[in-house]
């Protein structure tokens, strides 16, 4: 997987650029995390830091970034090089993390989707709690395990769709191509049901799992209009969890 991401890290990082990330996936995530003035936060698949140093400038005193991919932490190191904000970032595979420190909050970016297994699933979500101080709240984007497969295309006019080449199954691999202008990757994320998710969040010690649906800005709308987004409200092809 580092390896897979080391080879799209620059595309990947371009594709934040899309209306559908803007508009939609980082509103809602910063809406979900709300005021985070004086907070600390462990950012778990932070990529190229995106978040994390969004997160930074947004008044959290301390913000450490965790990553698999060797790229995707270089091109974060670059961006902290030119503009200093305290980011801090670790090169560690989150099944292997373990206990690091206790924060306010810690977030993720698209994370728990990379679990092939309900084990692995619990691992990680094992390792979110013990990092988290009394309290604390977990917060995350990840695949939508609902959305139907045969709305997987419906998403193009975004940039973005899903495809699959066998029933959904706990474990079955789920294609992600994005398209950026005439640039287009793509990569692997992996089906596991919500049920496996509540699970595993709840066996590591959750009390409460909320699912949010995607949002859209009121600047998205202003610019695109309503109409635009429906399809993507509609077969959301991405959730939200808070955990606390």
Request: charge should be negative; glycine fraction near 6%; charged fraction near 25%.
């Amino acid at each position: 997987m580092a390896a897979d991401y080391d080879t799209i890290a620059q595309q990947y990082k371009k594709s934040k650029e899309l209306p559908f990330r803007l508009h939609i996936e980082t509103y809602t995530y910063l809406n979900l995390l709300g005021d985070v003035t004086g907070k600390s936060i462990l950012d778990l698949a932070c990529g190229e830091g995106f978040y994390s140093r969004e997160l930074k400038r947004k008044g959290a005193t301390r913000v450490v970034g965790v990553e698999i991919s060797e790229k995707m932490i270089e091109l974060a190191t670059q961006e902290e090089a030119r503009e200093p904000l305290g980011v801090e970032y670790i090169l560690s595979d989150v099944l292997e993390l373990g206990k690091i420190g206790s924060f306010d909050l810690v977030v993720a970016s698209y994370l728990l989707n990379y679990c092939q297994t309900p084990e692995q699933a619990l691992k990680i979500c094992q390792n979110i709690f013990a990092n988290l101080k009394p309290g604390g709240r977990f917060v995350t984007i990840n695949n939508n395990s609902e959305q139907p497969p045969a709305s997987y295309l419906l998403t193009k006019k975004y940039g973005f769709i899903k495809s699959i080449d066998r029933p959904l199954q706990e474990g079955t691999p789920i294609q992600y191509t994005i398209s950026v202008d005439t640039d287009k990757f793509s990569f692997y994320n992996y089906y596991l049901s919500k049920s496996t998710y509540e699970w595993a969040l709840q066996s590591a010690g959750f009390k409460e799992v909320r699912w949010q649906k995607p949002l859209v800005s009121p600047q998205g709308v202003e610019e695109f209009g309503q109409e635009f987004w429906q399809v993507f409200l509609e077969y959301a092809p991405i959730i939200f969890i808070e955990c606390s």
